[in-house]
């Protein structure tokens, strides 16, 4: 069948024939709406552990000092569980339906939330009956309340990550491919808008419940309504009628939509093989994409300490990727379609993508950690100061940048999907170029919001290219299965970004202050050698940081070579002749 489908002209194998042309309009826009929901909140779930963890430790009376490696499996877990659910339920969808798939993610999500939620209650008591019984142990229930929590956040995950691709392969169905690219970009730009953001909105609403949550307790009970004050559960508990809702409206909504069935099996070898080469290669990296909260150059370096590379699951992760391409390029059924790489638009759209999210992870380190170190001390009150502002500046780079999608499947129709793309990287690199040039200890933080929107406006127009191109190079049974690679891509770029940028940051940073510190007079005080210290790495780090972000438009110019390897535009006559 592999076979077959090469010698078949790329743009026939995209579309046959409008599956669902009986659709109007509205209805396929309210699929979409419905769609975008999940998503967004999957995605905002995958950093929002990172800002309430303390409190969560806090409540349950766990020491943080002797328990911080086993709470952070609350993010590693989330973290291993959606992607490997994203890599996997692509082909999960081309198997038994788009609405089948998102359905069964969806109440993944919902029953994961809800086991979050009551972690310290029914999960807990499970557990703890299951230790007794079966392990003949009588553990800690604050410790079984932490694991219940784990378990949570891994069916979350299983859920979340899986909305995103199903959702892209869905979206996909309902358009044909001249009309794809507004879609696939909505979806790509709410799933990296609700990633980004998950732990602003994590710590302001904590914030919010410690300041007011007696307050929203007794103006609920003068309701009749007996609840407890809201805390960090119910940042989950919120989850649940929203996906509920979410859940049976699709369920109508999705009546009468087409979903093309893939035949074959499920390969379950292949599928163990990526979910092991993934989980070497995620916790081999450090286990943690959610840098964005650091709060000095000295919190990423601990971060970065504490979960520090680990060559030997990095060098387990590559051997099974090999053994894993070896074992789908045998199969008719593969969860990856390895002969899509043949075509040169794939190859070129996927490593594009993978410089995408290199580029993205680049930004959103710089800004905080700059905004941080130019905090005017380092008591908790300025910390806490720097990090609302740097939050509202990442705004400046992330709803442009999701807002651009829009024009970005625009422009695909009319300039094509390679200029396209080419425009937004060139603006990234402007405002990369912009950044590293002029950010330093006293620029304004406007001048640094019009950088970042220059950057996110960029960056927002190659999600909808890149992505209709994948998809659209495939057949309507495989859409998952490209969904799910697209995604992979750029996520892997943004997770190689952390290490090899923080290893770079910091060594360039010890050089620096060590080469500076060469200069000192023998003869200063100690007073003297602190203050000049204090001053060396100040300077220093804005250097570093500077030198990051021309990193940055250097990696945008080879992401450009690529790019320009892209398919031109798919103009309605041309969907008509074939």
Known sequence: MTKVLLEIPSALRSEEAPINAHLTERRRWLIIALVLVPVFVGSIDLTIVSAILPEVLIKLNIPIDTNLGAAAWVVTGYL?????????????????????????????????????????????????????????????????????????????????????????????????????????????????????????????MVSFFQQHGEAIRLWLSRLGLALPAPDWRTLFWLNVPLGIFAFVLMIFALRGVQHPISPGRFDLIGAFLVAAALTCLVLGLGGNTDVTGATSLEALQAQMRELPYNIPLLAAGVALIGVFLLWEWRQEHPLLELHLFRQRAVSAATLTNWLIGFLLMLGLVSVPLLINLRAENASAEAIARAAERAGILLSTLTIPMALAAVPGAWLSGKIGFRNTVLSGILLAIIGFLLAGGTWRADTPELLMSLHLVLIGVGLGLTIAPIGTVVINAVDATRRGVASALVLIMRYLGMTIAIPSMTTYAFSRLNYMVSLARESFALDWSAEQIQRESVRVYFESGVAVIAEMLLIGALIGAVALLPALWLRGKQSNSEVKRV
């Open 80 to 204: 291993l569980a959606y992607t490997v659910s994203m890599a996997l339920m692509g082909r999960f969808s081309d198997m038994v339906g788009r609405r089948s798939a998102f359905l069964v993610c969806l109440a993944l999500f919902i029953i994961g939330s809800w086991w979050v939620a009551t972690a310290h209650l029914f999960p807990t008591a499970l557990l703890n009956d299951i230790a007794r019984r079966y392990l003949g142990q009588r553990p800690d229930l604050n410790q079984l309340t932490l694991l219940a929590v784990i378990i949570g956040r891994v069916v979350q995950a299983l859920g979340a990550g899986a909305v995103v691709p199903v959702s892209l392969a869905l979206v996909a169905d309902l358009y044909p491919p001249e009309r794809r690219a507004a879609a696939v970009g909505f979806v790509g730009a709410m799933d990296t808008l609700g990633w980004v953001l998950g732990h602003l909105y994590g710590g302001v």
